[in-house]
């Protein structure tokens, strides 16, 4: 065969070997993009803080008649993590979940074999164990999805961290920005100890300082509170501090500081290479009631004794999230072991350079959410005055410094309507909640005014209708009260929201502001405003009830189009049409 016609021929062939390759559709292509981009999102987090990765997707194993697989492995020291990862569906989320959650349960009962059983499937984890055995690693395990699911259905299943799309954001960034340093606070959300990591328990349980103790008449603090100054290593406090960031992995109530910004920590760490020179202003930090006090003899002195100002030592366990920084969060992780030019010549000085701290000592009987009241106010007195704080940071402040308060109320029901009910996943409660419907305006404009317990404007107010108010107590004066009264307006709003979503098409139902107006902070605020209204002419009702007058009466088109009449300032009117077309008949 002449040369000319072997080479067409070998053309052909692969030409239709080309051809019979079955393509993507663009829906499996996006998918495939979003599986590898959430991938890449976990191993950047735990590669960052400082981890080591052992390949293992992709690699299914039998252990003690049980066959699994693992999608990640990261190593630090005798910390073992068991990472799977999700880009399941809301549906199918909760028994994917389950049944991963079983496999780690029946593996923590047999731990010790199953890290030799790694040790012999792995070499390379083999070769990270270096001076630990097998009894010495500490398991955990880790649930990452990509998609939402109800708190409720992961808080059933303990033993597993479940890390939320919301929160993989969080630590990436926070990753990217102080790199190494970021392992204690993973390290707290994994709930681990400072004696967990290596051989920490056998070390010396205290860190003493010099300090100055300031007591009770002298600070104008109230009875049993200190306030003390030292010097401490910016190793040693990055170590032992936390920050209550409002936009972290933590519940969103009772959080208030601001997110590190990765450029302003960049330029004071240049900063701090060029000057040579320590910070000289005050960090301001609150300490737990448990630091002790000792003469310069090293004798234990009670705080009680202290009443002028002294010169003490003051000795603090040595553990992770002891100490809250209230203010000066970017001085101290500017100290962050970094991957940067500056690392070299900052290690030393996160050693050998000291940092001047003024800490509150809290009472020992303090309850938890006075302390972070407290705390929260101190830092409004610093920070407010200089640069003011956006709508949404005072909005979570006002949770924690007057819990009564009609926002404050307000802030806490929205929170619990983004991890529950129709709302669920949909509400944007967190910075890195991306695409979905804002609050801050829900909670000034609408909720506020539904869950109010100002006495001349409760007849509009779901408190009206709170059958479980105690009649001899009726007033919202306390936690436990308060936490009631928020999961009832919580189970009010969800039965008229729900069967507002039982009415709409299912294609409606999204926030995609090019195909729907229906999950917008208009409509929103106008579904609560007819609640409200409805409070106010005694016409509230059960899911059936709502759902029954919406059902064929309701007259508005929520499809998005350029005749949609309903911009963002009209949700009144929004409200008054839904009530008028349904609600507004005779009794």
């Known amino acids: 065969m002449p040369n000319a016609v072997k080479k067409k021929v070998i053309r052909k062939k692969r030409a239709s070997k080309k051809k019979a390759k079955n393509k993507l559709s663009a829906a499996e292509r996006r998918q495939r993009q979003e599986q590898r981009l959430f991938k890449i999102k976990i191993n950047t987090v735990f590669k960052n803080a400082g981890f080591a990765q052992v ?92 998609h939402h699911m109800d708190h409720e259905k992961y808080e059933e299943h303990p033993h597993v961290k479940f890390m939320s799309y919301t929160s993989l954001r969080y630590f990436e960034g926070l990753t990217k920005t102080i790199h190494k340093s970021a392992k204690y606070e993973i390290f707290k959300f994994l709930d681990l100890k400072l004696a967990d990591i290596g051989f920490h328990a056998a070390a010396e349980p205290h860190k003493k300082y010099s300090a100055f103790v300031l007591p009770e008449k002298p600070s104008g603090f109230p009875s049993n509170y200190k306030i003390i100054t030292f010097y401490v290593d910016p190793k040693s406090l990055i170590e032992l501090s936390y920050v209550l960031r ?28 060029n000057q040579d020179h320590v ?8 300490l737990p009631h448990n630091v002790t006090f000792a003469d310069k003899e090293g004798n234990a002195i009670k705080a009680t004794e202290i009443k002028k100002t002294s010169h003490l030592q003051i000795l603090l366990p040595k553990e992770f999230n002891l100490v809250g920084l209230i203010d000066g969060q970017h001085r101290v992780y500017s100290y962050h072991e970094g991957e940067d030019k500056y690392e070299p010549s900052i290690e030393i000085k996160r050693q050998k350079q000291q940092l001047l701290v003024t800490g509150v000592i809290f009472p020992k009987n303090i309850d938890p959410s006075e302390k972070i009241k407290k705390e929260a106010e101190i830092f409004l007195e610093i920070n407010d005055k200089q640069s003011r704080a956006k709508g949404d940071l005072k909005q979570a402040i006002q949770t924690i410094v007057d819990p009564y308060n009609s926002i404050a109320i307000a802030k806490s029901v929205v929170s619990r309507l983004a991890k529950t009910g129709p709302l669920s996943g949909l509400l944007e409660d967190h910075y890195f909640g991306e695409g979905k419907i804002k609050t801050t305006s829900i909670v000034s404009y609408a909720l506020q005014h539904i869950v109010t317990l100002d006495e001349d404007k409760v007849e509009e107010s779901l408190y009206k209708i709170w059958e479980d108010k105690n009649p001899q107590y009726p007033e919202v004066d306390n936690e436990v009260t308060r936490n009631e009264y928020v999961k009832f307006c919580v189970k009010e709003i969800n039965l008229f929201i729900g069967a507002f979503k039982r009415w709409l098409s299912d294609e409606l139902w999204t926030t995609d502001r090019k195909i729907s107006k229906a999950l917008t902070t208009t409509t929103i605020n106008g579904l609560i405003f007819c609640l409200k209204k409805l409070i106010a002419e005694g016409k509230t009702g059960d899911f059936d009830h709502y759902y029954a007058q919406l059902d064929g009466q309701l007259k508005i088109n929520f499809k998005a189009t350029k005749n949609f009449p309903y911009k963002s300032s009209h949700w009144r009117a929004l409200g008054d049409k839904v009530y008028d077309d349904c609600f507004n008949y005779d009794e």
């Open 279 to 286: 910070y000289i202003n005050n960090i301001i930090v609150s």
């Open 246 to 273: 409002k936009d972290s992995w933590l519940d969103s109530e009772g959080l208030y500081q601001r997110m590190l910004i990765k450029s302003k920590i960049k330029n004071m760490r240049e900063y701090l290479v």
């Open 55 to 146: 390949p293992t997707r992709d690699k299914e194993f039998e252990f003690l008649g049980k066959t699994g697989e693992i999608d990640a492995l990261f190593v630090y020291e005798n910390i073992l993590i068991l990472s799977e990862d999700t880009c399941a569906n809301e549906r199918q989320l909760p028994d994917h979940f389950r049944k991963k959650s079983d496999f780690y349960e029946f593996l923590s009962e047999n731990e010790e074999e199953f890290i030799s059983f790694l040790q012999n499937l792995f070499p390379e984890f083999a070769d990270k164990c270096g001076k630990y055995e097998a009894s010495d690693f500490h398991l955990t395990y880790l649930y990452c999805a990509r």
